[in-house]
Each structure stands twice: as structure tokens, then as C-alpha cells.
């Protein structure tokens, strides 16, 4: 639908309809990947929680 050269919609509904992948407003594992992206060079500057990167609306959410 954005003109994405890598997946097109069937490949999107079939990584949305995955079973495996959680979807909730509730943000999970971001350190994780933020901490993998300052690693790899992807990202300069770490945060240094979750909370750092989502808006003051989710922070009283058991994220990570």
C-alpha cells in the first residue's frame, strides 16, 4: 500500500495474521531492540528506558 519494494500486502496480512507476533498497545521487548540498534551503529544515542521513546500516555504500562 506505501509503494514498499521489500513485501506487499500479502505479505503483511500474513506477518499481521501470524500467531506468533503479539499486538497490543502495551510496548514489549523495545530495549531490546534498541539496545541491538546502538550495537549494529543504527542508532547513535541509547535511551535509557522504554519510556524515554513513547509518549507520557503509555507509562504507566508494564512495558519493556
Not at 519494494?5 to 506477518?15: F, Q
Amino acid at each position: 500500500m506505501t509503494n514498499e519494494k521489500r513485501s506487499g500486502p500479502d505479505e503483511m496480512a500474513k506477518m499481521i495474521s501470524n500467531p506468533d507476533n503479539v499486538w497490543q498497545t502495551t510496548p514489549l521487548n523495545a530495549m531490546r531492540y534498541v539496545e541491538f540498534m546502538n550495537k549494529v551503529g543504527t542508532m547513535k544515542k541509547q535511551p535509557g528506558d522504554w519510556k524515554d521513546m513513547f509518549m507520557p500516555e503509555v507509562h504507566e504500562l508494564k512495558g519493556s
